[in-house]
């Protein structure tokens, strides 16, 4: 099903709304940029919930345990911060 930009808004929007009801929510906005209507990228990624996660307190081993963490071809959604 292919939708306007205006039935794209109201989606963002309730996503929005949903997002309180949950502890892990996240929305990947490309805000229309190199992603028209008209082509097959996305226009916006919704993740909720999680199976595992994965939080480390010492950013020496990040990398290691993060390659270690997505074992599999799959959707994983987070927030990577340099502090």
């Known amino acids: 099903m292919k939708l306007d930009a205006q ?5 963002k929007d ?7 009801q949950h502890e892990d929510f996240f929305l990947l906005d490309s805000c229309g940029l190199n992603a028209p209507l008209d082509s097959n990228k996305y226009e916006c990624l919704i993740g909720i919930g999680a199976n595992e ?5 010492n950013s020496s081993e ?7 963490f997505v074992q599999e071809p799959n959707w994983y959604f987070g927030v990577l911060a340099y502090d």
């Open 7 to 11: 039935q794209i808004a109201r989606l």
């Open 14 to 20: 309730n996503a929005l709304r949903l997002s309180r």
């Open 53 to 57: 996660r994965l939080k480390l307190a």
């Open 62 to 68: 990040a990398l290691k345990s993060l390659q270690s």
